[in-house]
């Protein structure tokens, strides 16, 4: 877990940053304003929903820390496994973003970088097992 109180942990609007980086994955009007720690984390989560493929139609529309308080939102409109695997990577994201809310099942918990790569595996391994047993 990545300590709340460290250096430069103030809120930041890297909006114009993830256009840069990634536009085709932002909805129009996107805002994210988060800390460094968690724009790291968010990018982490964005780069594995990016590879799901070119037809997920992926869209964040928004990801602020109000601390108190959060607001996510995204829209996607893929296969029923791609929608299925978006929606359970971004409840897993916001669950491990710091967030802190009464949605929140450990507020304050942030993941740690060298985590995202396993947990995503192992989320997306589960929703393949679903889709795998329903057909």
Request: overall charge negative; proline content about 4%.
């Amino acid at each position: 877990m990545i300590p709340r109180d460290v250096a430069n942990d103030e809120m930041i609007d890297y909006t114009h940053t993830l256009e840069f980086l990634c536009h085709y994955l932002l909805a129009p009007g996107c805002s994210v304003v988060l800390s460094p720690s968690q724009f790291e984390v968010l990018k982490a989560y964005l780069g594995h929903i990016d590879q799901l493929g070119d037809d997920v139609n992926y869209q964040l529309e928004m990801c602020r820390d109000h601390r108190p308080g959060y607001s996510v939102s995204w829209d996607n409109d893929g296969s029923r496994y791609q929608d299925d695997a978006v929606d359970a990577l971004m409840e897993d994201m916001i669950q491990n973003l710091g967030f802190e809310g009464g949605s929140i099942k450990r507020p304050g918990h942030m993941i740690g970088l060298a985590e995202i790569d396993q947990r995503v595996a192992e989320i997306l391994d589960q929703v393949r097992a679903k889709h795998t047993s329903a057909t």
